[in-house]
């Protein structure tokens, strides 16, 4: 008798990475100054919703240009990458790897700046886990705070805009009302990976 091919599975997994996420590498969390405090008790999106509002930032031309060209621009980029990772998680073996650096401008001292970017990166991971329904297998593999002692780029999502600021310890000026002072308050997704799992079948005949 001839034989007949059939399909069984293998105990090797396959592992892929999927392109679709590579584009949120570099979204950004913003905040308004030394937000959120020691005593917060704010979510992320309530800290954003307040930060568009006030009336500071809607005043001066530079400013509200800033405020929508990247801090309203990433968020809604954040929450769209939010939706496809709750989707993408719906498979139980796939996983998402973030990593954040946590950032702050001028004129705290260094010690201050560097604690302040830990509170915004903690509020980005409690915002994002409670986005996500399977969020066990989200990682935060890589958390860390540069306080003001680096420089950020700024940028729109989709491309088009950028806006760097080479130090965020010596832009001029000292007025937290500044587009410098806004681009360094943030906390930015510096690498992102979307890991699929999946167990190919064989052909084995009978």
């Given amino acids: ?15 892929e990475t999927d392109p679709e996420f590579d584009k949120y590498k570099s979204l950004s969390f913003y905040f308004d100054n030394d937000i959120p405090l020691t005593t ?8 954003y919703d307040a930060y568009i ?21 990433n968020f809604l980029a954040i929450k769209e990458f939010i939706k496809k990772a709750d989707k ?3 498979d139980p073996n796939n996983e998402i790897k973030i990593g954040l650096i946590g950032s702050a401008s001028k ?3 260094i010690e201050y700046n560097d604690k302040l970017g830990d509170r915004r990166n903690k509020i980005v991971q409690d915002y994002i886990l409670s986005q996500i329904k ?3 297998r989200l990682i935060f593999s890589s958390v860390i705070s540069e306080g003001e002692r680096k420089g950020v780029t700024a940028k729109s ?33 510096s690498n992102i990976t979307a890991k ?3 167990k190919p079948p064989i052909v084995t005949g009978k």
């Avoid at 950028?162 to 930015?188: H, P, W």
Wanted: proline share 2%.
């Fill in 1 to 15: 008798f001839p034989s007949h091919d059939t399909m069984d599975e293998t105990d090797e997994q396959v592992i």
């Fill in 157 to 189: 999502f989709g491309g088009g805009s950028s806006y760097t600021v080479e130090s965020c310890e010596n832009f001029k000026g000292d007025n937290i009302y500044s587009q410098q002072a806004m681009a360094c308050r943030r906390t930015l997704i």
């Fill in 196 to 198: 699929k799992s999946t």
């Fill in 53 to 73: 509002k006030k009336a500071s930032y809607n005043k001066r031309l530079d400013l509200k240009q800033f405020k929508e060209l990247y801090i309203e621009n």
């Fill in 88 to 90: 993408f998680l719906e």
């Fill in 134 to 136: 399977n969020n066990k």
């Fill in 107 to 109: 004129p705290q001292t």
């Fill in 40 to 47: 917060n008790t704010m979510t992320y999106e309530q800290t």
